[in-house]
């Protein structure tokens, strides 16, 4: 059973960057495809990309400009860099597996990750 | 930009009682690429069913998800007591994933 663990500081001040990785036991990170995913109390689920080992990414829109995404495969984890934060990007943050192509949901999640941005 | 609306907000209903939710796109969307996900507190969501009816591994067949064009039910046939959660229906296109707002179901 694939295992996915997020890491990375829970604490980021305004105008800086989170970086968070997710490290994956029991697969490849040069299989599937590999997303991050943000939850908070006042915008709910919101999908922030997903990234292949063939080089493919795709970001959503609202987040383009200030996102970035990288897997290592000697490690076996793949990462999320966010630029310029601010108080609006406090968020749990959750890495995950597609299914089998792109197209059919969030097959496997890990427990997730509390960032808060503040000064 | 699809918007997907849940309903109803809260469902209250018993143990053993048939729960049936609701997510409507705000345009018409294919239902190969409707998935349906069950969060419990302090977990992340698990993915029940995706291509709007296929259970994913591991899902019990109590679980059903049904519809097309706009309209998109999660049907459970007979609640147990862990199914009580919240529940949100997501789609994939225009190489974006849209997340509803969510449907909480409480013990009644």
């Known amino acids: 059973q694939v295992q996915l663990q997020e890491s990375g500081p829970g604490l980021v001040k305004p105008s800086e960057t989170l970086s968070l990785t997710c490290t994956v036991s029991n697969d490849s990170v040069s299989n599937y495809y590999w997303s991050w995913i943000r939850q908070s109390p006042g915008k709910g689920l919101e999908w922030i990309g997903y990234?292949?080992?063939?080089?493919?990414?795709?970001?959503n829109p609202s987040l383009k400009s200030r996102v970035n995404m990288s897997l290592d495969t000697s490690k076996n984890q793949f990462s999320l860099n966010l630029r310029s934060v601010t108080v609006a990007d406090t968020a749990l943050y959750y890495c995950a597996r597609l299914l089998p192509g792109v197209r059919f949901g969030f097959g496997h999640w890990g427990q997730g990750t509390l960032v808060t941005v503040s000064s | 930009e699809i918007v997907l609306t849940q309903s109803p907000g809260t469902l209250s209903l018993s143990p053993g009682e048939r729960a049936t939710l609701s997510c409507r796109a705000s345009q018409s969307v294919s239902n190969y690429y409707l998935a349906w996900y069950q969060q419990k507190p302090g977990q992340a969501p698990r993915l029940l069913i995706y291509?709007?009816?296929s259970r994913a591994t591991g899902i019990p067949d109590r679980f059903s998800g049904s519809g097309s064009g706009t309209d998109f039910t999660l049907t459970i046939s007979r609640l147990e007591p862990e199914d009580f959660a919240v529940y949100y229906c997501q789609w994939y296109g225009s190489s974006l994933y849209t997340f509803g707002q969510g449907t909480k179901l409480e013990i009644k």
């Open positions: 291509a709007a009816s």
């Open positions: 990234i292949h080992i063939s080089g493919n990414t795709n970001y």
